[in-house]
Structure formats: structure tokens, C-alpha cells
């Protein structure tokens, strides 16, 4: 059985990992107005996230993703953690009909 200081540093260091390989795969994308109208894509491509998203959504496995749009896996999970991140921040205010 883990003690509670041990839990506590286990919940920390897992933390630091997660920041990691956040900021590694948040490092793989860009946004510059120049490219695919600033549209956020994968650093060195064309490739926009928004269409890995969308693949990944209509059920599109890894790798015929990887296969087709000539990215790594770490490409497409950092697409993935984009669009999450994204998300996240976002707030949503359900639409209220007044009855008149």
C-alpha cells in the first residue's frame, strides 16, 4: 500500500510527464498566415489539423492516415491534442428561446 506522500509524488511526476509530451507534440504544430491561410497545420507541411481531426472522426485508423497524408502517429495525436486544448478553453452558452 502507497502512502500518501508517495502517492503525492508519483501524482507529481506523472504531472510533469503529461506537461512534456504535451509540449512536444504542441511543438509540432504552426500557424502562419502564409500557409494554408493560418490555418493551425503540421510543421513542415500543408496538412491542417483540422482534416486529421476529421479523419480520426469518420473512423479513419492511424495508419491510413499516416499512409495518406504522409505524417507520423505523433503528428496525428498532437492534432488530437490540439483540437482538445482548444476546446477546453472554449465556452458555451446554450441558446435561451423567449417566448413573446
Do not use: H, W
Not at 504544430?29 to 469518420?58: D, L, S
Not at 482548444?86 to 446554450?94: H, K, Q, T
Request: hydrophobic share 40%; net charge neutral; aromatic share 10%.
Amino acid at each position: 500500500m502507497c502512502s500518501l506522500p508517495m502517492l503525492e509524488e508519483k501524482f507529481k511526476y506523472y504531472k510533469r510527464m503529461e506537461f512534456i509530451m504535451e509540449r512536444n507534440f504542441m511543438n509540432r504544430i504552426v500557424v502562419n498566415p502564409k500557409v494554408m491561410v493560418g490555418k493551425p497545420v503540421i510543421k513542415g507541411t500543408r496538412v491542417a489539423v483540422y482534416e486529421i481531426v476529421a479523419r480520426v472522426a469518420q473512423g479513419y485508423t492511424f495508419r491510413d492516415i499516416t499512409e495518406d497524408l504522409d505524417i507520423t502517429e505523433g503528428d496525428i495525436k498532437a492534432s488530437l491534442m490540439y483540437a482538445e486544448k482548444l476546446l477546453e478553453g472554449e465556452e458555451i452558452f446554450p441558446s435561451i428561446k423567449i417566448s413573446s
